[in-house]
């Protein structure tokens, strides 16, 4: 039975490539395209499951980057609940200029989700998730889902009696509710949040302890990017230095890091060493390239570097 459940309700065929310059007007021939199941809780599903820990993927799927999602995460050995949708899930493009070294980023809306769809995977998340240690909802919500969705998902939560955790932005963090196991905002999700900018480390560390205070979470686990991160809980807040490494990209660092946090706690970690080894799973994201997520080698070997300048 799986330990994590996760919830991906706009998942995206991720498509990587690269090509020496970009140029307007003209045909660019990319080079061969990498693919990958995306979506902020099938990667997290993707990482656990690389890092040893059972967890099963939950997602509407329509047309044919939808097939290829469950294909490719077969191919992974990640199991995975897909909900049939007529419309069809979308695809993101990831370009390398080889010339420049930047990357372009593009990523296409979702379909539209009607009310059974809706439920449908809400259904199929209830399931799932039994025996589950972990709900993890993340991502985007499409169009046609409310801004309160990921309410509901609480609600699934604490009649299982599972504990929930939530990365996800604008609205959707918003109307979430409280009572949240774990939340990961970003700096830039927070300040949304709460509807107002937040300057200093003094302010950072304010913002933080309210989400505890207020009752949204149980831990709140901030990313300051290179920073690192702020770890808050009841008991106080706890700032983690980020890991320098030579960044090759940010896809899917954030939930790598998710990743890793919950399974340093499955693996009886304590939150503070749970969340260092989250980060260590975060910047072996970035040592990837084009669409790729961390590999399990550099996440054990940044978290012994963790733990010895701890």
């Given amino acids: 039975m799986a330990r994590i459940v996760t919830l991906t309700m706009n ?59 469950g294909h490719l995460l077969r191919q992974e050995g990640v199991g995975y609940s897909a909900i049939p949708i007529d419309g069809f899930t979308r695809e993101s493009l990831n370009v390398a200029e080889r010339e420049s070294g930047q990357q372009y980023r593009f990523i296409l809306p979702g379909p539209e989700l009607g009310g059974h769809d809706q439920q449908h995977c809400l259904d199929a998340l209830a399931t799932a998730a039994a025996g589950a240690d972990y709900i ?77 205070e207020q009752g949204r979470c149980e831990i709140a686990v901030v990313s300051l990017g290179a920073r690192g991160a702020l770890l808050a809980s009841k008991d106080g807040v706890k700032r983690l230095p980020a890991l320098q490494v030579a960044s090759k990209t940010a896809v899917g660092a954030g939930d790598s890091m998710l990743a890793g946090i919950l399974v340093g706690l499955i693996r009886g970690l304590g939150l503070g060493e749970a969340a260092r080894f989250g980060i260590a799973a975060g910047a072996a994201a970035l040592l990837a390239t084009g669409t790729q997520l961390c590999r399990p080698e550099d996440v054990e070997r940044l978290y012994r570097t963790a733990v010895g300048a701890a």
């Fill in 11 to 69: 998942p995206a065929l991720d498509i990587a490539t690269s090509i020496e310059r970009i140029a307007p007007e003209r045909k660019l021939r990319c080079d061969a395209p990498r693919y990958d199941p995306g979506g902020g809780g099938i990667n997290v599903a993707r990482v656990a499951h690389a890092l040893g820990v059972d967890a099963l993927a939950v997602f509407p799927a329509g047309g044919a980057a939808g097939e290829l999602i």
């Fill in 136 to 212: 993890v909802a993340s991502g985007s919500l499409p169009r046609g889902v409310p801004e309160d969705f990921y309410a509901r998902v609480g609600d699934i939560a604490r009649r299982l009696g599972r504990r929930l955790v939530l990365d996800t932005s604008g609205p959707a963090l918003k109307h979430a509710g409280t009572g949240i196991h774990l939340l990961k905002p970003s700096l830039g999700e927070l300040e949304g949040l709460l509807g107002h900018s937040i300057q200093g480390e003094r302010e950072e560390e304010q913002a933080a302890r309210g989400l505890i």
